[in-house]
Structure formats: structure tokens, C-alpha cells
């Protein structure tokens, strides 16, 4: 089955700097690439997608790139803010049939003020 | 705006006990979806249901069974539950599958099996 690295596992950053959370995948098959944001005692919700056939995607401070020929994919956040501060998720499915989403492990980030 | 909506959010039961954790949605979703968190790990599916009537195995389908009442509501059942099964449960919903769109999610319960 599919499996997904997300690294690193907690991170810490003053807030205005960026902050940079990888995943590596191994399923060339996989084609969609989402992620998610949990605060805490909430449910995880969705902040950014790309899919296969698109390099980089942006919306405001949070942006997305991915590397199918390295299998890899990163979020990027800018110019952090105390509210950015929560668990990140990575994600990858293949196909539109599929109804099976691999998560990661989750980062921890933390913005501090 | 309710959104996804699970009950209970906090439970503790003794091993062999029974359960059923109870999700609804008002988006009309077509799909719906029952996760595991565990600690230091990602979502993990357990059973899903593409749509009203239909149901299906995820990654960890073992110890639970599913019922999808109808288009809005899918329970989660533990029938003998154990240790193992010691997680936070989250419910999510969307229009199809995952690959297509937006999940929504419900903001969890946490189970506790002595």
C-alpha cells in the first residue's frame, strides 16, 4: 500500500519567519497531494491541495510544491502567525475512484510570539 | 453552519463492553468516513461509505462494524471493545471521494477502554 514520511515531526519558529514541513511518498501512482490542519481538540481541515500534474500552488501565505520525479511534496508557511500553530498533516491518494486518503504522521508546529 | 457532528466526545469503557459512536452531517455529503488517531500517528480509515447504502473496509477495518442510516448519519460500533481500540475517533464527510475534494471532519471522540 501506499506509505507517506513526513518530516520533521515538531517545529518551532518566531513568529514572521517561515516554516517548511516535507513528505516523501513512494507510490508513483499517487496524484493527489492535500493538507491538513488540526488545532488543538478540533478536527483536522483542509488548507491547500495539488495534484499531479501542477508544480507549485499558492494561497496567500501557505503554498504547496511537489516533486513527482523525487516523490516528494512540501507546505510552506510564511510570515507565521501565533494562530498557524497546530498539527500538520500530509496526505496522498491515487485515483478519483479511490476513497482512501494516507496520511502522515503530523507535524507540530509552534509559533512563538 | 453544524457541520459534521459526532457524540459522544469523551467515553471510557471496560473491556468486552459495547458501544456505538454516532456521526451526522447537513452539508449532504455523498461520502462519509470513520478514523482512528493515535498518538504520533496519522488518520488511519477504518470503514467508509461512498454513499447512502454502501459500505466498505478502510486500512483498520478490525473490532468495528459500520451502519450508514441513512444519507446523513454513519455509526461507528465496537462491539467487544479492547485496549487496543484506546484512540481518538474522528468522523469526516465530502461531496465524493477523498481525491476529489475537500473532507470535512467532526471534532472527535476520544475513547478509553480499561
Known amino acids: 500500500g501506499e506509505n507517506v514520511e513526513q518530516h520533521p515531526s515538531t517545529l518551532s519558529v518566531q513568529e514572521g519567519d517561515s516554516a517548511v514541513i516535507k513528505c516523501t511518498y513512494s507510490?508513483?501512482?499517487?496524484?493527489?497531494f492535500p493538507w491538513y490542519k488540526q488545532e488543538l481538540g478540533k478536527g483536522s481541515q483542509l488548507i491547500i491541495d495539488?495534484?499531479?500534474?501542477?508544480g507549485e500552488k499558492k494561497d496567500q501565505r501557505i503554498a504547496v510544491t511537489l516533486n513527482k520525479t523525487a516523490k516528494h511534496f512540501s507546505l510552506h508557511i510564511t510570515e507565521t502567525q501565533p494562530e498557524d500553530s497546530a498539527v500538520y498533516f500530509c496526505?496522498?491518494?491515487?485515483?478519483?475512484?479511490?476513497?482512501?486518503?494516507?496520511f502522515g504522521k503530523g507535524t507540530k508546529l509552534s509559533v512563538i510570539p | 453552519n453544524a457541520g459534521v457532528t459526532q457524540t459522544p466526545k469523551f467515553q471510557v469503557l471496560k473491556t468486552g463492553q459495547s458501544m456505538t459512536l454516532q456521526c451526522a452531517q447537513d452539508?449532504?455529503?455523498?461520502?462519509m468516513y470513520w478514523y482512528r488517531q493515535d498518538p504520533g500517528m496519522g488518520l488511519r480509515l477504518i470503514y467508509y461509505?461512498?454513499?447512502?447504502?454502501?459500505?466498505d473496509k478502510g486500512e483498520v477495518p478490525n473490532g468495528y462494524n459500520v451502519s450508514r442510516l441513512n444519507k446523513r448519519e454513519f455509526s461507528l460500533r465496537l462491539e467487544s471493545a479492547a485496549p487496543s481500540q484506546t484512540s481518538v475517533y474522528f468522523c469526516?464527510?465530502?461531496?465524493?471521494?477523498?481525491?476529489?475534494?475537500?473532507?470535512?471532519f467532526g471534532e472527535g471522540s476520544r475513547l478509553t477502554v480499561l
Open positions: 469526516a464527510s465530502g461531496l465524493g471521494g477523498p481525491n476529489t475534494g475537500e473532507l470535512f
Open positions: 507510490d508513483s501512482a499517487s496524484n493527489y
Open positions: 495539488i495534484r499531479s500534474n501542477v
Open positions: 496526505a496522498l491518494g491515487s485515483g478519483a475512484g479511490s476513497y482512501q486518503l494516507t
Open positions: 452539508m449532504n455529503h455523498n461520502s
Open positions: 461509505s461512498a454513499s447512502e447504502g454502501t459500505t
